[in-house]
């Protein structure tokens, strides 16, 4: 499931650049990394009782982010990112009422999130003179979940996608290395806490459709490896 940076909020990107660009400071950050998502157990609010499980682990994904950010300190940036995971792909054994079906679960969630994020450069405190510069970060701000359909092997029910969203926050180390006079890169080390994905109530078993008593739900945490420019105006 596919999906381009949503266009308001690259928007959103681009007004907080541009205008930041008469101060000086500014820096501009573009990357690609990889993620993770934490092995979850989701729940199904089925008709049965105990509700529905599904033990899922996930594949690797891509995700992209772009940002921009302004200096507020010699030890202190603070950085605007909006970040794209394109695509969870979750699997893993289904829970018909507490007791194991034999069945495999499958769905694929793609995140968007904006987050603000402060930056502390660890050589600034530190009054050190390195070739790197090493910083940490603590993150907050909102994630977007769309959720695709949910199938179970060898059986005919599926629960209908849907998109939600909530709060998000993140913790990152990371570096920087002057390539230049104006750019640098920048990797990092981040986790991040996504919020629950969520499913429709709208789901079909052998034929017949059904109401659910609460959606599909799974906790999306992620394991991030990235690797960025940084481009100082």
Partial sequence: MKKQLPLGLVTAVGIAASNL?????VYLKGGVGWAQNEG?????????????????????????HLGVGYR????????????????FDLS???ENDGNPSGEIGRTEVDTTSVIILGLVNLSAV???SWPVEPYVGLGAGYARHDMARFNITNDSATINSDTSGGFAWKVLLGATYPVSEHMSLDASY???????????????????????NSPLTVDIRSHELSLSLRYRL
């Fill in 190 to 212: 981040a986790y991040t806490d996504y919020g629950e994905a969520k499913s429709s109530l709208a789901a079909y078993e052998r034929g017949g459709a059904l109401q659910l």
């Fill in 92 to 94: 893993g054994p289904y």
């Fill in 21 to 25: 660009a008469a101060a000086s400071d």
């Fill in 72 to 87: 507020l300190a010699e030890w202190l940036d603070t950085e605007l990112s909006l970040n794209q995971v394109d695509g």
């Fill in 126 to 128: 530190l009054d050190a």
């Fill in 40 to 64: 979850e157990t989701a729940t199904v609010g089925d008709l049965g009782a105990p509700p529905d499980r599904v033990m899922f682990e996930s594949d690797d994904s891509i995700a992209y």
